[in-house]
């Protein structure tokens, strides 16, 4: 089973950038298809975008189009989240999570590894 770790999150202003990083350990990252979700409080867990197991295919959720970008690293077992223009509607929880196949990749049922999750806040 792959152990993940997120870092990166933190305080930043609106209209402000923040990179997300998932460090995968345990198992080698190339094996998986890659997610990242949100969590804000009182509300349900988000999805956010996956990405497939070579990079090649990525799929985001409607609320971050233009602003978000996935990446990964397979050969350092990572992957990132860069997000740009940020509103105080980003503000959560942000966790990347794991499965074995690219399909259903917005339904976090379908994955089978998480991370700790690391805290993103934008203030207005």
């Known amino acids: 089973q792959v152990q993940l770790a997120e870092s990166g999150g933190g305080l930043v202003q609106a209209g402000g950038s923040l990179r997300l990083s998932c460090a995968a350990s345990?198992?080698?990252?190339?094996?998986?298809?890659m997610g990242w979700f949100r969590q804000a409080p009182g509300k349900e867990r988000e999805f956010v975008v996956a990405?497939?197991?070579?990079?090649?295919?990525?799929n985001y959720a409607d609320s971050v189009k233009g602003r978000f970008t996935i990446s990964r690293d397979n050969a350092k077992n990572t992957v990132y989240l860069q997000m740009n223009s940020l509103k105080p509607e980003d503000t959560a929880v942000y966790y990347c999570?794991?499965?074995?196949?690219?399909?259903?990749?917005?339904?976090?049922?379908?994955?089978?590894?998480w991370g700790q999750g690391t805290q993103v806040a934008v203030s207005s």
């Open positions: 345990g198992r080698t990252l190339s094996s998986y298809v």
């Open positions: 990405i497939n197991k070579s990079g090649q295919s990525t």
């Open positions: 999570a794991a499965k074995n196949y690219y399909y259903g990749v917005t339904d976090y049922r379908g994955y089978n590894a």
